[in-house]
C-alpha cells in the first residue's frame, strides 16, 4: 500500500512538473484566475447578443469582429514577438484587456449597450487578443528552466485554460440568470488585477537576440516560408486551421441548440460549455500526465476523429443528458488535439522563428474562426442549427484521415530534429516507416 501511494505521489508530481519553476509558476497562477473571468465574458456576451436580437447571424457577426483582428495581424505580430520584448507585451495587453472589460460592465450595467458597441468592444478585443495570444505562446518558452519541461508546461497551460472554461460559463450562467451578463462583465475586468501583478513579479534572465536590421515585411515573409516549407508545421497549421474554421460551428450555434433545440435558458447554456470544458480539461490533464512527446503523433489523429465524431453525434442528439455526454468527448477531443499540436511545433521549430511559428499557429486557430463564425450564422439560417453541425463534423472527419494518411511522412522529418534535441537516440529512428505501415 505505501508503495503504492509513492508511486502515485511521483506520479502526481511529475504531471505538475513545470509549476516547479517559479516564473511558470506566478504565470500559472495569474492566468487561471483571469481566464475564469474571460470565459464568463464571452459566454456573457454571446447570450447578451442573442437575447437583445434573436439572430443567429448576428452572433456569428460578433464572433467574426471577436476574431478577424488574430487573422489579420498575427503574421505581423509573430517578426514583433521575435524581436521585442515578450515580458513587458504581455503587461501591455492585460492592462489594455482590463480596460475593455470595464467599459463594456459601465456600458451594460447603465443599460446603455446597443449591438454595434457590442461588435466594436468584441473587435478591440480582437485586436488585442491577436498582439497577446501569439507573445503568450511563445513567452511559455521563457518560463521554464528545463526544455525537458517544456511539453508539460504547454499541457498544463491548456489544462489551466480549460478549467477556466468549464468554471467561468458554470458561474456567468448562474449570474446571467440571478443578475443579468453586467456583473459577468464586472468581474472580468476585476480578474485581471491577478495577472497583471503575476506577470510583474516574474524575472526573465534577458536573452541575446540577433539584430534584425531586415524590414518587417522581409521578417514575416521568412516565417511564412519556413513554416510552409516544412512539410510537418506547414499540414500540423493546416489541420488545426481547417478544424477552427469548421469545428468552430457548434461553439457559435450553442445558444440555439440551448433555448431552441434543447427548449431552455442560460443555464444549459452555460451547462453545455461547461461539459465540453470538462471534456477538454480532462484531455489536457491526459497530456501532462505523459512523461515524453514520444507517440503524441498517433494522439493527435485519434483526438481529431474523437471530435470529428462527437460533432456528428451532436448534431441528431435533442436530449440534454446526452448532449453533455457528447460534448464532453468533443471537448476532450478538441482540446487535446489543440495541445497536441501546440506542443510539436513548440518543439521542432528554431528559436529565432518561435515568435513567428506560434503566431501562425494562433491565426490557424482563432484566425481561422471569425469565418467559422460567419459561415455558422449563415448556414444554420439556410439549413438549420442540427444540419450545419452535422456538415461541420463530416468536413473534420475527412481532414483529419487525409492527416492520418500523411503522418508517416511527417514523422520522417521530424525524427532528425528529434535526434538533434536530444528526445530520441539516433537508432530508434530506424524502422519508423515500417512501423506506421503496420
Not at 506577470?199 to 524590414?215: G, H, S, V
Not at 518587417?216 to 515573409?221: E, F, P, S
Not at 471530435?307 to 482540446?335: C, D, E, P, R, Y
Given at each position: ?25 506566478l504565470?500559472?497562477?495569474?492566468q ?6 474571460t ?11 442573442y437575447r ?19 487573422f489579420?495581424?498575427?503574421?505581423f505580430v ?5 524581436r521585442?520584448?515578450?515580458h513587458r ?11 475593455q ?5 459601465i ?8 449591438i ?10 480582437g ?23 517544456l511539453s508539460n ?12 472554461v ?6 456567468a ?27 510583474l ?10 539584430t534584425?536590421r ?11 516560408t ?20 469548421i ?54 489523429v ?9 460533432l456528428?453525434l451532436?448534431?441528431?442528439?435533442q ?5 453533455m ?14 495541445a ?7 518543439t ?11 503566431s501562425?499557429?494562433?491565426m490557424?486557430?482563432?484566425g ?13 439560417r439556410?439549413?438549420g ?9 463530416g ?14 511522412s ?29
Amino acid at each position: 500500500m505505501a508503495s503504492n501511494s509513492f508511486t502515485a505521489g511521483k506520479g502526481l508530481k511529475s504531471t505538475f512538473r513545470a509549476l516547479n519553476n517559479r516564473n511558470y509558476r506566478l504565470f500559472f497562477g495569474g492566468q487561471s484566475i483571469s481566464l475564469i473571468g474571460t470565459w464568463m465574458q464571452q459566454l456573457a456576451v454571446s447570450w447578451l447578443v442573442y437575447r437583445l436580437t434573436h439572430s443567429t447571424f448576428l452572433l456569428g457577426i460578433v464572433g467574426f469582429a471577436s476574431f478577424i483582428p488574430a487573422f489579420i495581424l498575427t503574421p505581423f505580430v509573430g517578426v514583433l514577438v521575435d524581436r521585442w520584448n515578450r515580458h513587458r507585451i504581455l503587461v501591455i495587453t492585460q492592462i489594455l484587456s482590463l480596460i475593455q472589460a470595464t467599459i463594456l460592465a459601465i456600458l451594460v450595467l447603465t443599460n446603455m449597450i446597443v449591438i454595434w458597441q457590442l461588435i466594436v468592444l468584441s473587435a478591440t478585443l480582437g485586436f488585442i487578443n491577436a498582439i497577446d495570444s501569439p507573445t503568450r505562446q511563445a513567452f511559455i518558452n521563457d518560463l521554464v528552466d528545463k526544455k525537458d519541461d517544456l511539453s508539460n508546461a504547454v499541457a498544463l497551460s491548456a489544462s489551466m485554460y480549460n478549467a477556466a472554461v468549464l468554471v467561468g460559463p458554470s458561474i456567468a450562467g448562474i449570474l446571467i440568470a440571478l443578475f443579468g451578463e453586467g456583473v459577468c462583465f464586472l468581474l472580468n475586468a476585476l480578474s485581471f488585477i491577478p495577472v497583471i501583478i503575476a506577470l510583474l513579479a516574474i524575472r526573465i534572465t534577458p536573452k541575446e537576440r540577433k539584430t534584425q536590421r531586415t524590414p518587417l515585411w522581409q521578417g514575416m515573409k521568412e516565417g511564412f516560408t519556413y513554416a510552409f516549407r516544412f512539410q510537418p508545421i506547414r499540414y500540423i497549421l493546416l489541420l488545426l486551421a481547417w478544424g477552427n474554421l469548421i469545428g468552430v460551428f457548434y461553439t457559435v450555434l450553442l445558444p440555439v441548440v440551448a433555448r431552441d433545440i434543447l427548449s431552455s435558458g442560460a443555464h444549459t447554456f452555460g451547462f453545455l460549455t461547461a461539459a465540453s470544458a470538462c471534456g477538454a480539461l480532462a484531455g489536457t490533464v491526459y497530456l501532462a500526465a505523459r512523461k515524453s512527446i514520444l507517440g503524441l503523433e498517433k494522439v493527435l489523429v485519434k483526438m481529431a476523429l474523437l471530435f470529428a465524431a462527437g460533432l456528428i453525434l451532436f448534431s441528431i442528439s435533442q436530449v440534454f443528458w446526452i448532449s453533455m455526454v457528447i460534448l464532453l468527448l468533443t471537448g476532450f477531443g478538441n482540446t487535446s488535439q489543440f495541445a497536441v499540436s501546440s506542443t510539436f511545433l513548440q518543439t521542432i521549430v528554431e528559436e529565432d522563428k518561435r515568435g513567428r511559428i506560434m503566431s501562425l499557429f494562433v491565426m490557424a486557430g482563432a484566425g481561422m474562426r471569425p469565418f467559422g463564425h460567419l459561415l455558422a450564422g449563415a448556414l444554420a439560417r439556410i439549413i438549420g442549427t442540427p444540419n450545419t453541425i452535422m456538415l461541420s463534423g463530416g468536413l473534420c472527419l475527412l481532414s483529419a484521415i487525409m492527416f492520418a494518411i500523411k503522418l508517416p511522412s511527417l514523422m520522417t522529418m521530424i525524427n532528425p530534429i528529434y535526434v538533434k534535441k536530444g528526445i530520441i537516440e539516433e537508432e530508434e529512428t530506424e524502422g519508423t516507416e515500417n512501423v506506421y505501415e503496420r
